[in-house]
């Protein structure tokens, strides 16, 4: 029925998301005012019914309609009888424009079974289409709540007020969470999934990211008592300046309970950077739950928690859960607790992203590229470097220096070397970050610490991204490294290089005698 109704509508031209639920609204729309007046007997008649809908002012409520009374009738008979919020489901999910998100239902159904446990009575979800699986599968529509959908969009918000009219529970409002929101109603439990990404230009808040925004205009709306739950990139938790301060704001004013990080590619194909689940609550904490999530049989199931007391929460610059959990492994505990004073990098190091450059970009030319196929076992092949053709003055803040440190800020694998030097210019693609250091830091020293477990696991606690890898020049900034005496440092390094430099040659011997072995039971072969 969906798929046809879908069909009748794109043959007439009638392809963008919001034609596609508008069109449906009408019929379904349609269908109830006729069942409330009992004309049914109307819809047989081509004519009768075409007009009757414009005499009905569905024309001013959801604009003219865009074809004849013959389409009109041809789509309300096949349209009708259609689930409407389960239309609006798939007409959501199929479209590749608009771009919006579809939340995974796991989401929902957590969400719901809080607000159970809780004993919630008056809820709101926050750009509601996001939720709208969700609300199919869940049906939490039938639960004894106060439910309000609130969507920034008229036709979404037309949708809902068509399908929930039976449900007295059901409020729809329409507004925007990337504004103030002036609602008389306070909730019990709020759910929100902000747009990512976006730059606000609002004096009110602390900060000018959409999703950190988005919470502090939320969060008047929740009574005493009651939830915030916001879904987050990584970066939100970890970024320092300005979100830092909103990070310490949103503490202060309603405490977090718990944090979250949600599975890997739970929002593909709509984003694949990595997110977390969190809640802030208009209540005093006892303690601050941080864990894993992980989906089993569709539904998110914690797989490691851990509590923490508010106070020392409250003392941390960052909510890098990944550190805390991990906590229990000695290496990291021992460096987070260690006397030795630590540095972040920004403070002894300049820190870039290198070069977009295309494909075909590469071609013969004066400048070279490193690219991260060009590192490899901790060193850079010099003699695969590829090259463009392009003047030296307009790249030049690209060039990497002898004694640069070079890091691979995308794909899988995180790799680290100490640019050698080489002849002519050579710059870092966008691949690449590099980190040269002023003062302080050897930048063989930075790399032994940083390819090491403690060191790792702190480049990771940065992560963006999931299954690829995506490091922020900015993030990156924000590592700390071990402040030791410079000669310690050396005597280390030469004893990191010295024996390195034994074990490769260990390995050519190893290998020159199995290659001449190989040669003579070769010739005894035959």
């Known amino acids: 029925m969906i798929e046809t109704f879908w069909n009748i509508c794109l043959l007439h031209d009638i392809s963008s998301r919001d034609q596609l639920l508008r069109e449906a609204i009408r019929v379904v729309r349609t269908k109830q005012i006729l069942e409330q007046h009992s004309d049914i007997a ?151 999934m902000p747009n990512f990404g976006m730059k606000m230009n609002d004096d009110e808040v602390a900060v000018r990211e959409s999703e950190g925004a988005a919470a502090s205009y939320l969060l008047p709306l929740l009574q005493d008592g009651g939830r915030l739950s916001v879904t987050f990139p990584a970066r939100m938790l970890f970024q320092s300046g300005a979100i830092a301060s909103w990070r310490k704001q949103m503490n202060e004013q309603a405490p977090v309970q718990t944090i979250y990080s949600l599975p890997d590619g739970l929002f593909r194909p709509y984003t694949s950077i990595k997110t977390y689940q969190v809640d802030f609550g208009r209540a005093h904490a006892e303690e601050v739950i941080l864990g894993r999530l992980h989906m089993e049989k569709s539904k998110l199931v914690a797989e490691r928690e851990i509590s923490i007391h508010p106070d020392r929460f409250r003392q941390l610059d960052h909510w890098r859960i990944e550190l805390l959990l991990d906590e229990d492994q000695d290496t990291l505990r021992s460096f987070q607790q260690a006397a030795t004073p630590k540095v972040k990098l920004r403070d002894v190091a300049d820190i870039f992203r290198g070069k977009s450059i295309l494909k075909q970009d590469l071609k013969p030319g004066n400048i070279k590229v490193l690219n991260i196929s060009n590192l490899d076992d901790g060193e850079v092949l010099l003699d695969q470097l590829e090259t463009i053709d392009e003047e030296e003055r307009k790249v030049k803040r690209y060039e990497i220096l002898p004694g640069d440190l070079v890091m691979t800020c995308r794909g899988t694998v995180n790799k680290l070397a100490v640019y050698p030097g080489a002849q002519g210019m050579v710059i870092a693609s966008s691949n690449m970050i590099v980190i040269r250091f002023k003062s302080a830091i050897k930048s063989h020293f930075a790399k032994m610490f940083l390819e090491s477990p403690v060191g790792t696991a702190l480049i990771q606690s940065f992560q963006r991204g999931t299954t690829v890898m995506n490091l922020n020049p900015a993030d990156v900034a924000e590592l700390e490294l071990p402040l030791i005496p410079e000669d310690t440092q050396l005597e280390l390094i030469e004893q990191y290089i010295r024996e390195k430099e034994r074990y490769k040659e260990v390995i050519r011997e190893a290998a020159n005698r199995w290659e001449q072995v190989k040669s003579q039971l070769y010739e005894q072969l035959y």
């Open 42 to 192: 109307i819809s047989s008649e081509p004519e009768k019914l075409f007009q009757w809908m414009k005499e009905r002012a569905l024309d001013k409520e959801l604009g003219h309609f865009p074809g004849d009374r013959d389409l009109f009738y041809k789509l309300y008979h096949t349209g009708k009888d259609m689930d409407l919020l389960e239309y609006a489901m798939l007409t959501i999910q199929q479209d590749r424009v608009t771009g919006g998100i579809v939340v995974h239902p796991g989401i929902v159904e957590r969400f719901i079974d809080q607000c159970e446990r809780r004993g919630c009575k008056n809820i709101l979800l926050a750009e509601a289409e996001k939720y709208i699986k969700g609300l199919v599968e869940t049906k939490c529509y039938y639960r004894p709540w106060t439910i309000t959908l609130l969507t920034e969009n008229y036709i979404i918000g037309r949708l809902f007020k068509t399908y929930f009219e039976p449900c007295s529970n059901i409020r729809i409002v329409q507004g925007s969470i990337y504004q103030p929101l002036p609602m008389e109603n306070q909730f019990d439990a709020i759910l929100a």
